[in-house]
Each structure stands twice: as structure tokens, then as C-alpha cells.
């Protein structure tokens, strides 16, 4: 089992980057995120703190990255497995990877993104 040492957050957007309030709708706020970086979802678990996607580029079966966004923050975060993988995973990774480096709990408790972050 891997620890936190092998896993790096970075915060790389925010509704007030959006221009949208973190009040509104999580399915609105995720289909901005989405826009701003031509994406797709191919994975979603929510939590009543956080939310744990699993983004891709619609054309590419190789580029899947996690990110979790903060609910009460209104930031997305970029989550980093420390594997040797660069260029994203496939979805027959993901489950591996949500497993391996626990993203559920980050997207359960956001606030532990500051102790990883980058």
C-alpha cells in the first residue's frame, strides 16, 4: 500500500477562475472544468465533501488524469501518482490507481490535499 509520500496535489482551477459560485449546481460548476480543458468525464464518485473524477481527452484512450474537487473551497485539484506514468492512464487503469494511491479518500476529506500538496 502506498502512502501519501507517493502522490502529489496540485490546485489547478477554482469556480472564482470559472467565474462561477460554488453554490451553484456540481454538475454545472464540472461542466466548466470540463470546457476549459475540451474534456470528458469517464469517471465520477461523489462524496458530500469532495468529488473524484477521472478526466480524459474525448479522441484518447491513454489520457486520463484524476482530480478532486473541493466542495467547500470551489477547487479542482490535479492528483499526481508518483508511478512513472506520464501522459495519462486508460480506463482499465483507473480502478488500479483509485485503489493504489486511495484517491476515494482525498475526495472524501479534501482537506487533506494541503499535506500532499505540491
Known amino acids: 500500500m502506498n502512502n501519501d509520500g507517493n502522490l ?35 469517471h465520477w464518485v461523489e462524496y458530500a465533501r469532495g468529488v473524484l473524477l477521472f478526466v480524459m481527452a474525448a479522441e484518447d484512450e491513454r489520457s486520463g488524469e484524476f482530480y478532486v474537487y473541493d466542495r467547500k473551497r470551489g477547487v479542482f485539484w490535479l492528483m499526481e501518482p508518483a508511478d512513472g506514468i506520464f501522459g495519462g492512464y486508460s480506463t482499465a487503469e483507473m480502478r488500479q490507481k483509485i485503489r493504489e494511491f486511495r484517491l476515494l479518500e482525498f475526495a472524501e476529506n479534501p482537506g487533506r490535499l494541503a499535506a500532499i500538496r505540491h
Do not use: H, M, Q, Y
Not at 453554490?23 to 476549459?36: H, K, M, Q
Open 8 to 42: 502529489c496535489a496540485s490546485a489547478v482551477l477554482s469556480t472564482k477562475d470559472l467565474n462561477i459560485r460554488p453554490e451553484r449546481d456540481l454538475t454545472e460548476i464540472v461542466g466548466s472544468f470540463l470546457a476549459v480543458g475540451e474534456a470528458v468525464v469517464a
